[in-house]
């Protein structure tokens, strides 16, 4: 296969996805915060809250809608640009996938419509359950791509039929209850939740530095550093619990993002800083922090983590394997029915290394072919770029611990201080609404270029996954996509700018209604211009 | 596990076939009116409180429609991956226009009334125009296509491999009968639309949608009727040679598959199948006179089933072939061959009986909340929240 064709197709889906993830977590974790807005309204009848449900549901709604066009793309692409991919694993793949629809998609892109048209509709209460039930679809749409994904990472549940020449589900179970699929699926709505507190408590705090909705922006800042808070440190916890996860299932990707060259003596040092060199097979600059890898990586002081150079050596050995499965597969495929039984059974045996023989059709087309050399050029590609690896999983991490002191800082100045916030730390919130959406990318970076140079881990080479198609077909999507992409990307940039600016529509009859209901109440407060301050 | 043996693998992958029509009429009935009206939004309503109108007769729904395309896409590919991974990449141009046409929609519904500026809603409109019209005639220019065979073969790994230069590939999807197929479907879709706007608009914007959809409808009867006499003895047909079984593995290089002189053989085997052409036909011209007679909501559902009668007409006519090469007919795909394995498609049917009926139910709610005329009143009071 042309390697042009496969880089493309890499490029492509590469741009198309992180471009879709601009606007996932903030549907996650928007949908939840607008819904918990709601609730409060719904218990408190107080019109303050229903604004604020209204305005963040505006801006909601405007991220939501890309979210649900690039999203098309993808569920698209995988038969589009990566047909040997889909024939490959389509019977695992899929099933998620189409999971996804029926139990997600349609829940909130039903419900989304009643969100925005229903206010007049519906009752208060049936109008807060259309609220949850968006929030549930979309984050029960991360569910399912998490597991799709989560299979990518690490394929249980599966085995290959030689009849078929693809793999196919043996375990549904496995597939769905996959201990890497469920860490990232909290992982990642988790850094939703903490992208929406950052982006709420972003925007609120530049209305508190215009002296403008102060109402409003004083209210959305308790929610979101309380949301915010718990999330956050459930991302950083749950990212853990992935690095656990990886440290049996793709043990190349993390001693690539570790840059660990060598097995170390347990319990392994972690790499602080540094720069490493994939060709000298070091770490330049290295620092250390002692034992701090070893028990991320396995939660023991005597369980060793392998380095690079070892892994190395064990994929050489299992391309040989994989040489042996793919030489009975032959066997198997030109008599089928009569193979003879020890062909069936050396396949068998090897086939779980078949993968690592396909490796080498980079190389040759004819694997059996393949001389010394190029088996051992095939074995180095398992290892991905180590220093961009290295670098985006740093800088998502610094991220995640500066969230969770950000939303310390404000939730402790909205419990304790009375929601008064000094300039400087509303400066910080505002200059920081990009930093989630740059971890989350990071983080999406590291877990799929560290899972080259596969598609399915272990099973199938990207190099062998994509269509046959020409590099002017590619070409021409690719620059469809891109003028496409920047043209959305700018017009909703400017709505929501447009949007915020312009800040919540005001009912004004409405609160004042509210306030007439409460007069003997807040009679001592509300003698100054009721509607100067809405339901304050 | 041995549950899902309960039912054979040929009975599941009938079922699946069955599912597969399922969606795509569901797909059609629904999210064919959103195109539908879509494409007529320029011609409806001449002023913006008009377009405002139509658009908004589709307005709430419209996400929920479009799910059924993505829902397609991710059931074809857990059930039929080797239809998913050769139609999609051999299609690729057509797909990617689609594709796009069905992210500009939503955004332009979103977006279009959110700026008070005459210029950019009139962008809006016509990009709804676009992004309603050009789907809806390449769906129909697939099906022609997939009527005549695509060509396209299999390696011995199962790679698919389309034949010819990606201009061909493109281009030779525009062939007559094609666009022929392409008409059926655009016009099918603007009268399903057009019906929907006599439902749910009144005056102005109901009498032109009147005055279109019975056109429309007469249009997409008629060259249905022709699309159909040009199958039956214009087309090469396809049939399965020698012996084979309906419960093997799903590899298409294990087939033998010669051509026949005409798809309609089937009608001579099944003769009961004629039933589904004769309700598109029949369905077509009930909602021509429907609209005529303005019985709304009746002619609502006859246009329905028009459009069921036309698309099942298609998937019986070539049962079991889904997907047929006409450069390497043994690589066709069929219902035999091209499917998910036993254990996927019994635990994808249990899926979808669970949630199929769910997802029914509550859009049925849905549509029931939002039963009703939408007004100039609507459009007026609520400015700023409506698209």
Known sequence: ?536 | MILHELLSYELLRIIWWLLLGVLLIGFAVTDGFDMGVGALIPFVGKSDVERRIAINTVGPVWEGNQVWFILGGGAIFAAWPPLYAVSFSGFYLAMFVVLASFIVRPVAFKYRSKRDDATWRNAWDWALFASGAVPALLFGVAVGNVIQGVPFHFTADLHSVYEGAWYTKFFGLLNPFALLSGVVSLSMLIMHGAVWLTVKAEGSVQGRARAIGSVAALVAVIAYALAGVWMAYGIEGFRIAGHYVTDGPSNPLYFQVERTASWFTAYGERPWIAIAPLLGIGGGLLTFLGLRARREVSTLIVSKLAILGVIASVGLTMFPFIMPSSSDPKSSLMVWNSSSSHLTLFIMLVCAVIFMPIILAYTAWVYKVLWGKVTDKDITEHSHSVY
Do not use: C
């Open chain 1, 1 to 536: 296969m042309d390697i042009g064709i496969v880089e493309l197709s890499r490029l492509q889906f590469a741009m198309t996805a992180m471009y879709h993830f601009l606007f996932v977590p903030l549907t996650l974790g928007l949908s939840i915060l607008v819904a918990i807005m709601e609730t409060v309204y719904v218990m408190t009848r107080r019109p303050i809250w229903r604004q604020m449900t209204k305005f963040w549901g505006t801006l909601f709604g405007i991220n939501f809608v890309l979210g649900v066009a690039t999203g098309i793309t993808m569920e698209f692409q995988f038969g589009m640009n990566w047909s040997y991919y889909s024939h490959y694993v389509g019977d695992i793949f899929g099933a998620p996938l189409a999971i996804e629809g029926l139990m997600a998609f349609f829940l909130e892109a039903t419900f989304v419509g009643l969100f925005f048209f229903g206010w007049d509709k519906l009752s208060r209460v049936q109008h807060l359950v259309v609220a949850w039930l968006v929030a549930l679809g979309s984050n029960l749409s991360a569910l399912w791509i998490l597991i799709a994904n989560g299979w990518m990472q690490n394929p249980v549940g599966a085995q290959f039929n030689p009849m078929t020449m693809r793999m196919e589900m043996t375990d549904f179970y496995e597939v769905l209850f996959n201990e890497v699929a469920q860490a990232k699926f909290v992982h990642t709505v988790s850094a939703g939740y903490v992208t929406a507190s950052v982006f709420v408590i972003g925007v609120s705090a530049w209305y508190l530095l215009k002296g403008q909705h102060v109402a409003l922006a004083r209210r959305s800042i308790t929610v979101g550093a309380a949301f915010g808070l718990a999330s956050a440190f459930s991302v950083v916890l749950l990212g853990d619990e992935s690095g656990y996860s990886a440290t049996h299932s793709q043990k190349m990707k993390l001693a690539a993002i570790e840059a660990m060259w060598n097995t170390e003596p347990a319990p392994a040092p972690f790499t602080a800083f540094g720069f490493p060199d994939q060709e000298a097979r070091r770490t330049h600059y290295a620092v250390h922090i002692p034992f701090l890898m070893g028990l991320i990586g396995t939660r023991s002081l005597t369980t060793d983590i392998p380095g690079i150079n070892q892994l190395v050596n064990q994929a050489e050995g299992r391309i040989r394997s994989g040489l042996i499965a793919y030489e009975a597969l032959m066997t198997v495929r030109e008599q089928r029915d009569a193979t003879p039984p020890e062909v069936m059974k050396t396949f068998e045996t090897h086939s779980r290394d078949l993968g690592f023989a396909f490796l080498l059709k980079k190389y040759i087309d004819n694997p059996l072919q393949a001389s010394q050399e190029q088996i051992r050029m095939a074995a180095n590609d398992t290892v991905p770029e180590v220093w961009p690896l290295f670098w985006a999983f740093r800088i998502m991490a610094v991220l995640g611990f500066g969230f969770i002191a950000t939303m310390a800082y404000f939730f402790y100045r909205a419990s304790f201080r009375g929601m008064r916030y000094p300039r400087w730390a509303l400066w910080v919130a505002v200059v920081m609404i990009p930093a989630p959406w740059i971890a989350a990318e990071m983080g999406w970076f590291v877990a799929e270029f560290g899972r080259q140079p596969w598609t399915v881990d272990g099973i199938l080479p990207t190099a062998m996954s994509a269509s046959s198609l020409s590099v002017t077909e590619l070409a021409l999507t690719l620059f469809g996509f891109i003028a496409f992409y920047t043209v959305l990307f700018i017009i909703e940039m400017g709505l929501m700018l447009k949007y915020i600016r312009k800040g919540p529509y005001i009912d004004v009859a409405e609160t004042d209604d509210w306030l007439r209901a409460r007069q003997e109440v807040l009679a001592p407060v509300a003698r100054t211009a009721p509607t100067a301050i809405p339901a304050e």
